[in-house]
């Protein structure tokens, strides 16, 4: 079992920054990819950005160029720097832990973290 706790969600302006964290307990951290999804209301949950555990990253379309995933292995956590915030990145944040191992896919979710940008 992994257990992931986000925190560094609230309210900002647009144009603004926000950092959000992901603390993980439980798990090989090192060996998980780590990821943030987004869930806006009435629209499917999204890949915002992840992290292989070599360190290689993958952002979504819409946060290229204005967010940055990072991860600390030494002390177990996932951050996203998010620059040049914009109304339609307001939705909840989602911490994701997924390992493969042996053709079997296993997905650990935080509860996620609200983040809103007024205009």
């Known amino acids: 079992q992994v257990q992931l706790v986000e925190s560094g969600g609230g309210l900002v302006q647009a144009g603004g920054s926000l950092a959000l964290s992901c603390a993980a307990s439980?798990?090989?951290?090192?060996?998980?990819?780590m990821g943030w999804y987004r869930q806006a209301p009435g629209k499917q949950r999204e890949l915002v950005a992840r992290?292989?555990?070599?360190?290689?990253?993958n952002y979504g379309d819409s946060v290229k160029g204005r967010f940055t995933i990072s991860r600390d292995n030494a002390k177990n956590t996932v951050s996203l720097q998010m620059n040049s915030l914009k109304p339609e990145d307001t939705a909840v944040y989602y911490c994701?832990?997924?390992?493969?191992?042996?053709?079997?896919?296993?997905?650990?979710w935080g509860q996620g973290t609200q983040v809103t940008v007024s205009s």
């Open positions: 439980g798990a090989i951290f090192r060996a998980y990819t």
């Open positions: 992290i292989l555990s070599g360190g290689s990253t």
């Open positions: 994701n832990a997924h390992f493969s191992l042996l053709s079997k896919e296993y997905d650990y």
